[in-house]
């Protein structure tokens, strides 16, 4: 039998390892030593704190995340047709294709078993940190406020990254004491309502004595500061106040053994109410310190007169890729490095070099047509709204001329899906025929690489059932545009974010709209995202000469699928879509089509675009949360199952 959470819970006395590096992050998980020994001076102690912080930075493989992987943006091909050695896991991916099931379940966080981390355990480690934070002598008090603060975040933080996942879940505030008797840890789940405020309390607890930002990168960088805890407060206020989590009418009746509900049983817009203030007080603090949405400075090395079109994809590329200390809008990144070992995941192979060297750029990560006609026409305007945009006809073959050389090589046949379409879109995907700047040829943008992808001779083309892309598509927005091609590549890494400026604007206006706000007051807040991608304002896009629809954004249900689809294109890829798309009951309509991609072993145009699907996703009412692996139910017999698992 699988070792419990409630296992876990019975141990008293954690086993920690010593640090072998006093560096921040260089953590060791636990396997030798004593309590006393963790906390019998302030170094030691500090290496628990770093260890209390482990569990997060081993959260930086974005495949092993469910926002990321099962959230239909990004797809993998099936078991049966792909020998993947180099070390990828595929679970979460294989949990569209119906694998799910409360024996096994995938990227299990509850248990810290098929490619999920033991949040539980990650929980005792804060708790045991609290609980003897005061043994060190010679811990300075505004050090140990500090310290306590990080760990209460911490805390809080996989509280909330099991909330989402299983939505009420144990409140695990203290650890019992080694002598419990069986029935003490036995816990039971905690309402929805409780979970959220539990949080909320432990972040306010923390926020005074965090240090606003980091003052010294070289060392700290990645450590919780004061914008990073309001910001994720006003992210678990606009997830509690959502459709999934507020009055959803498929959890009426969900309750404990004792018959205590753990929904709340009806919708309270108050709730929107107190996300909307977090929100505001998150994104004030943030712009009072100084952030800002990050636009592209070309270097020194660069032409004077780098191309509009150019620098607008670079922003929008460089918002996720910039170093952290260089990038105004990122508040809160993983401090482990995305480079070797990630970022080839996404890339195709540009040139003979890189094509010698399958394993350099395997670009195994597809995007399916769907994700991609999310994306905005260059008017700002979805494609099948956009009056001057031929959507009927997008499929339709054309050749790219001078006009179009800074977004598609020009004199290249593909669709005309791929053409006039916004920033946004030719910095997170890369397609047949689309052009990729890097390895220095921003110095001459008429020679940069573009996308050969038809049939198995071209460059980025299938080669193995290692190294294929099964859509015809790239996730372009993570590989960073200082990453060099050749026989060997060289690595320009970043953080990936957890927490970027934009997401802060577009919640800020995701929840005054839900409050019933009038559009002049939310619209602001929109249209400076889409300002920095270089496309019209809501007011100035959505006109009779332009849009079918050009009052969507007078009422709220029209200007709620604008947010939504802003946030969707905003954010793709960055483990958040996944997420919102549950959290407002969308998921299932987005899993109800077919995942389609291109016929990619032609070589010919006219066979290449042509739709195929690959497979149709399962997905009903039940996976909105996750189950509890059913081992787990024997050992406490408190516990109840999610809903229809």
């Given amino acids: 039998m699988k070792t419990s959470y409630s296992k876990f819970l019975y141990m008293a006395v954690l086993i920690i390892s010593t640090v072998s590096c006093k560096k921040y992050l260089n953590v060791t998980p636990d396997n030798v030593g004593t309590i006393d020994y963790a906390f019998r001076n302030r170094n ?20 092993l995340d469910a926002g990321f992987s099962t959230s239909g943006e ?3 091909p099936a078991p049966n047709e792909i020998n993947d050695n180099q070390g990828l896991n595929p679970v979460g991916f294989n949990i569209m294709r119906g694998t799910q099931n409360a024996g ?15 949040i539980f355990k990650a929980i005792r480690r804060c708790n045991t940190m609290l609980e003897n934070i005061d043994k060190p002598i010679d811990l300075g008090e505004s050090e140990k406020k500090r310290w306590i603060a990080e760990t209460k975040f911490l805390k809080a933080y996989y509280h909330f990254y099991l909330f989402r996942m299983y939505g009420p879940i144990p409140i695990i505030d203290v650890n019992l004491p080694i002598n419990s008797s069986i029935e003490d840890v036995k816990v039971k789940r905690a309402p929805v309502d409780s979970v959220v405020n539990y949080m909320v309390r432990l972040i306010d607890e923390a926020i005074p004595n965090l240090p606003i930002q980091i003052q010294n990168p070289q060392l700290e960088l990645g450590r919780i500061t004061g914008l990073i805890a309001l910001s994720v407060k006003a992210q678990i206020l606009t997830t509690a106040a959502s459709p999934l989590f507020n009055g959803n009418p498929d959890y009426i009746g969900f309750s404990n053994k004792d018959g205590q509900p753990l929904f709340n049983q009806a919708k309270d817009n108050t709730k929107w109410d107190r996300a909307a203030q977090a929100c505001s007080e998150a994104l004030n603090a943030c712009l009072a310190n100084g952030l800002r949405l990050h636009t592209f400075t070309p270097t020194a090395a660069m032409p004077a007169n780098l191309p509009k079109e150019l620098k607008d994809v670079l922003t929008m590329q460089t918002a996720i890729t910039e170093k952290w200390e260089l990038n105004t809008e990122l508040i809160w990144g993983l401090n482990p490095v995305f480079g070797f070992g990630l970022q080839e995941r996404f890339m195709p192979r540009l040139s003979a070099a890189s094509a010698t060297n399958l394993s350099s750029a395997q ?11 999310l994306f905005y026409t260059a008017n ?9 945009w031929d959507y009927r006809n997008r499929y339709a073959l054309k050749t790219a001329t001078a006009t179009d050389q800074y977004h598609v090589h020009n004199g290249y046949e593909t669709v005309a899906a791929h053409f006039k379409r916004e920033p946004r879109f030719y910095a997170a995907i890369a397609f047949d025929g689309g052009v990729w700047y890097g390895n220095g040829e921003l110095n001459n943008p008429t020679n940069a690489f573009y996308v050969q992808a038809k049939g198995t001779t071209s460059y980025a083309g299938p080669k193995d059932q290692s190294h294929t892309n099964i859509t015809g598509y790239w996730v372009k927005k993570l590989v960073n545009y200082l990453t060099v091609y050749g026989t060997q590549m060289t690595y320009e890494n970043f953080h990936f974010p957890l927490m970027r400026l934009s997401d802060l604007y577009l919640m800020y206006a995701e929840a005054l709209n839900e409050q019933g706000k009038n559009y002049s007051e939310v619209l602001p807040y929109i249209d400076i995202v889409r300002a920095r991608a270089n496309i019209p304002a809501i007011e100035d896009a959505y006109t009779p000469a332009l849009s079918t629809n050009p009052s969507k954004y007078t009422t709220q249900s ?6 939504h689809q802003e946030r969707r294109i905003e954010l793709a890829f960055e483990c958040v879509p996944g997420w919102d798309l549950r959290r407002w009951k969308e998921l299932q309509g987005v899993m109800s089509k077919p995942i389609q991609g291109w016929n990619i072993y032609n070589e010919q145009s006219v066979n290449y675009y042509r739709p195929l699907t690959l497979f149709v996703p399962v997905f009903s009412t039940k996976n909105y949360l996750w189950p509890i692996n059913s081992d787990n139910f024997p050992v406490n017999n408190n516990l109840v199952q999610n809903p229809l698992w």
């Fill in 44 to 63: 030691e102690a500090e290496n628990y704190l770093f260890t209390c912080y482990s569990t997060l930075q081993q959260m930086n493989t974005p495949w």
């Fill in 74 to 76: 990004i797809i993998y």
């Fill in 104 to 118: 096994k379940p995938g990227l299990n966080y509850w248990d810290g078993t098929e490619g999920g981390q033991a």
């Fill in 363 to 373: 670009g195994t990560l597809s995007v399916p047509i769907a994700q991609q006609e």
């Fill in 380 to 388: 700002g305007l979805p494609i099948e709204e956009d009056k001057t």
């Fill in 558 to 563: 029209g200007l709620r699928q604008i947010i």
